[in-house]
């Protein structure tokens, strides 16, 4: 399998394909690097950063992260650019270098979509919730299409929005089984009482 070489931005949020991130860049090295991406029309790799922190020093990124692809770019206030992003495939990074500006960049190693598989009726209270956010935000909250029988897009979609903790949501990142990751989650449903277990 062939590496692609990207730019990486270590962010302390777990972007998932499929998904939408908006980005407030301000940093001179991510400004250049959204602005390289836009000309180019490619991506750029986003990761949970592992240590470190968002400004400043090159911060140490997570191995698994997911390709943003730049959807709108604008600057209402000068020295910021608000970025659009929408999740591509998820990869792993097989090496990394920092830059001058202390940019990184990887070569990564794209990890395949998942074989596709319909929600089963003992998980279909993880669908249920997503419509009900849908109808209840009155705003787009997921990117079209909406996929409610899909169980890959349903576990990615409550993963971005159920409130568990940065590393438990690059873990389900991380999964490679949908069926899986719906029951981790539909545990979770049970526990919060927002899901009754099935019978």
């Not at 960049?105 to 993880?126: G, N, R, T």
Request: charged share 25%.
């Amino acid at each position: 399998m062939s590496l692609l070489n990207v730019p990486i931005f270590p962010l302390n949020a777990v972007l998932f394909p499929g998904g939408l991130l908006p980005l407030r860049v301000f940093e001179a090295r991510y400004m250049d690097m959204t602005r390289d991406c836009l000309k180019r029309d490619a991506p750029f790799g986003v990761c949970l950063i592992r240590e470190g922190s968002e400004v400043g020093a090159p911060a140490v990124p997570e191995a698994i992260g997911c390709l943003a692809e730049i959807l709108e770019c604008d600057m209402q206030q000068q020295g910021i650019l608000n970025v659009k992003t929408h999740g591509g495939q998820r990869f792993r990074i097989r090496e990394r270098r920092n830059g001058p500006q202390g940019l990184i960049s990887a070569d990564l190693e794209p990890i395949p979509a998942e074989a596709s598989a319909k929600v089963p009726p003992e998980f279909a209270a993880c669908a249920r919730l997503l419509e009900m956010v849908v109808v209840d935000q009155g705003k787009p909250v997921f990117a079209e299409p909406h996929e409610f029988n899909d169980a890959t897009w349903v576990g990615y979609r409550l993963a971005e929005i159920l409130p568990v903790p940065l590393i438990a949501k690059q873990k389900l990142l991380e999964m490679s089984d949908a069926l899986g990751r719906l029951s981790i989650l539909q545990r979770f449903l049970e526990s919060r009482g927002l899901a009754e277990k099935p019978s």
